[in-house]
């Protein structure tokens, strides 16, 4: 699988300027479990090689994870498939003394 080029700031604010301003931003984490986290700090930095990027950090506090993901979110993010529940199976009635 090929890896995903990278968002740039201006393709995050692009994106961003089309939501609800007052709406929270949560993380979406780990694909394979996915979780929900708070934003809590945007921080400018440097990588490995010199080269200027943007973090974007969970908060330290307890409550810093929300919990599962929405699954509508992974199914957007791609990370599951959409699922639809099984139908429902009639019960058959049990009676006493195996009749």
Request: glycine share 12%; no cysteine.
């Given at each position: 699988m090929e890896p995903q080029p990278e968002i740039t700031v201006?393709?995050?604010i692009d994106r961003l300027s089309a939501c609800d301003r007052d709406a929270p931003v949560r993380l979406a984490i780990n694909p394979f479990f996915?979780?929900?986290?708070?934003?809590?700090d945007v921080v400018a930095g440097r990588d490995e090689a010199?080269?200027?990027?943007?973090?974007?950090a969970e908060g330290r506090d307890e409550d810093g994870q929300l919990g599962h993901l929405p699954p509508d979110v992974a199914v957007a993010l791609t990370w599951q498939e959409p699922t639809v529940a099984p139908p429902r199976r009639r019960r058959s009635v049990r009676r006493r003394g195996g009749e």
């Open positions: 201006g393709e995050l996915p979780m929900a986290h708070r934003v809590a010199g080269r200027p990027v943007v973090f974007i």
